[in-house]
């Protein structure tokens, strides 16, 4: 089974803080990426990267940045926690193959996220 | 702008069948997905679709059609497990997905 653990389930700071957010997957996905989850509002994408020291934006990538030195490793950094970061933060893992055909997939396996409340 | 629409809530009874919905407007379409969340959960992966069509796991269907920009997931034989929110996402350009803002779907006894 594809695990992907992330590094607390709930987390306080203040605002000003800098924050760090890790994600590790075990099965060797080229693709991680960054979700918030908010009520209504679904998953939106902060960022994702499909390769070691790659990373591309999301949706909305502003006020975060990431990294990706290892394959296994995907980190979610908040410069300067503000308050409206307050979130359940998810990470996500997957093989992608492009969706052409019956072979294609976009499986994205998640962490059990971590619940950020900035203060 | 790039959006997906799907109904917020739906309650049905155990043993029926439900539809939930899925439009779509996105710059470029790979695929569509849905996952299933429970609540204190992660979400987890149950269907991608590529073509149009119908495709069945068990229990669950999904369709699309890429001209209409439409698919749905339908859930048979209905159990009370099934309570949980239902969210359709697009594969779409740049490999990016974007995601609807979810079903809440309420199995009643």
């Known amino acids: 089974d594809v695990k992907v653990t992330q590094s607390s389930r709930y987390l306080v700071k203040r605002t000003g803080e800098k924050v760090f957010l890790e994600c590790v997957q075990d099965?060797?996905?080229?693709?991680m990426f960054w979700y918030r989850q908010d009520p209504g509002l679904g998953l939106r994408l902060i960022y994702f990267?499909?390769?070691?020291?790659?990373?591309e934006k999301g949706d909305i990538p502003e006020g975060y940045s990431v990294s990706r030195e290892k394959k296994e490793r995907f980190s979610l950094i908040l410069e300067s926690a503000s308050t409206n970061q307050t979130s359940m933060y998810l990470c996500?893992?997957?093989?992608?193959?492009?969706?052409?055909?019956?072979?294609?997939?976009?499986?994205?396996?998640f962490g059990p996220g971590t619940r950020l409340t900035v203060l | 702008g790039q959006s997906l629409e799907q109904p917020s809530e739906v309650t049905a009874v155990e043993g029926a069948i439900v539809q939930i919905n899925c439009t779509y407007q996105?710059?470029?379409?790979?695929?569509l997905s849905w996952y299933q969340q429970h609540d204190g959960g992660a979400p987890t992966f149950l269907s991608y679709?590529?073509?149009?069509g119908l495709e069945e796991t068990g229990r669950f269907s999904s369709f699309l059609s890429r001209s209409d920009s439409y698919g749905y997931l339908l859930l048979q034989e209905l159990q009370m497990k099934d309570s949980a929110s239902y969210f359709c996402?697009?594969?779409?350009?740049?490999?990016?997905?974007?995601f609807g803002a979810g079903t809440r779907l309420f199995v009643k006894a």
């Open positions: 996500a893992s997957s093989l992608l193959t492009t969706g052409t055909g019956s072979h294609g997939t976009d499986t994205q396996y």
């Open positions: 099965m060797d996905h080229e693709n």
């Open positions: 990267s499909y390769d070691v020291k790659m990373k």
């Open positions: 996105t710059s470029g379409f790979y695929g």
């Open positions: 679709n590529a073509l149009d």
């Open positions: 996402a697009v594969l779409g350009g740049g490999f990016k997905t974007i």
